[in-house]
């Protein structure tokens, strides 16, 4: 991290878990009882290694995990809105139960990732983590679901990172917190603001990213790309996507992608505040919070991720959000615009439902040009007749 880096990581420092000699640790971890990490779990030892996830320094025990889920705060006092934990079932829990390091894997057989340095075991109370993090018990929720589809036990301690887990696509736009920094420092970006998403960015998110480059120094489009839906569009069209949408209407010297590793966890409000603290450890001075943030079905209300950020107190997050209505072209504006912006209602507005988009681009129709670049709808289509 250099000095001119825009925003200080949440807590003061940028986290680095990889180990300083990781052929030793890994010597150590080949001895050590194995414990193979799910999808989710992999992704937050990704965020945690590279400290996105600063402070923290490895999954989270009892203590913070209900201060976490009581009160969205650390046992320190600092802010933060979803527990980091590491599920183990009965089974798992029965093996390595005794041991003071653990080896985690990606998969059976496979060379540890890490070491786990033990501090502790504890009951998840999947219902309290449940109802408080996605506010709801319902199993058709996928966040809920992926909760009770882990183990019933956690095993709290601090992370030594042999490796990260493997990818093998988007190699160029893997940036890390202290890489994204560089990034914005080399750019002399002051200020930066953050945009998540986990969908191709149609016209209406892109004025929106605009409307916040209008008053930052850069932009950092950050799409997830860690574990989705399985109808979520998939990774490699996404990032076609936002390649064609920045190679004809970005600005090369303001704007920039890269890949945020975590899992999606469908939990609206909180996630939105997790988001927004994990964008704060990647350099990002702003962060974009549009209406339903990380939300699913009917779970939460339209603007239930923007309202949350007001029960924080000024500073403590230290990013600043920037909350944005459902933007749309207007054709008597004559420009894209917002229910903020644009007087007119009804049919002057360009406003297309997800389930209308997904029909058109299946026949292989072209959205209107008011509503879908064509290179971006292109490249859906061309997606959607491979499948
Ligand atoms: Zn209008």
Redesign the pocket.
């Known amino acids: 991290m250099t000095d001119s880096s825009p925003i200080a990581p949440h807590g003061g420092t940028l986290v680095d878990l990889f180990a300083a000699d990781p052929e030793a640790l890994a010597g150590e971890a080949a001895n050590l009882p194995k414990v193979v990490a799910n999808e989710r779990e992999l992704a937050d030892l990704e965020m945690l290694a590279t400290g996105a996830l600063s402070p923290l320094t490895g999954f989270q025990g009892e203590a913070d995990y209900h201060a976490v889920l009581d009160a969205m705060h650390l046992q320190s006092g600092l802010a933060w809105a979803i527990p980091v934990a590491l599920g183990l079932s009965e089974d798992q829990l029965h093996r390595v139960g005794g041991a003071a390091s653990i080896a985690l894997c990606a998969e059976p057989g496979a060379d540890p990732l890490a070491v786990l340095r033990v501090t502790g075991h504890f009951k998840r109370d999947k219902r309290k983590e449940a109802t408080a993090v996605y506010r709801t018990d319902a199993l058709e929720h996928p966040g809920v679901k992926a909760l009770y589809d882990a183990g019933d036990h956690c095993v709290a301690g601090t992370l030594e990172v042999i490796a990260l887990p493997k990818h093998d696509d988007f190699l160029n736009y893997r940036l890390k917190p202290a890489e994204t920094r560089e990034a914005f420092s080399q750019r002399a970006w002051k200020t930066v603001v953050g945009f998540q998403t986990r969908n191709p960015i149609h016209r209406a998110h892109e004025y929106i990213q605009k409307c916040a480059l209008e008053i930052v120094d850069g932009l950092l489009v950050h799409p997830l790309m860690g574990a989705t839906k399985a109808d979520d569009v998939p990774p490699d069209v996404r990032m076609r996507c936002y390649e064609a949408l920045f190679s004809g209407y970005y600005p090369h010297d303001r704007a920039m992608i890269s890949i945020f590793p975590a899992a999606m966890r469908y939990a609206g409000p909180r996630e939105a505040i997790w988001h927004a603290i994990a964008r704060k450890n990647y350099g990002c001075t702003h962060f974009i919070v549009g209406r339903d943030h990380a939300g699913v079905g009917s779970y939460y209300g339209t603007y239930d991720a923007q309202k949350i950020f007001e029960e924080f107190e000024p500073g403590e997050l230290g990013i600043t959000p920037l909350m944005f209505e459902h933007s749309f072209y ?4 004559e ?1 894209m ?1 917002s229910p903020k ?4 209602e009804g049919d ?2 360009v406003i297309l439902s997800g389930t209308k988009v997904r029909d058109m681009l299946r026949n292989g129709e072209r959205p209107p040009l008011e509503f879908s670049r064509p290179e971006v709808a292109d490249i859906l289509i061309a997606a959607m007749r491979e499948v």
């Open positions: 207007c054709v008597r504006c420009g615009g912006t644009c007087p007119h002057d507005r």
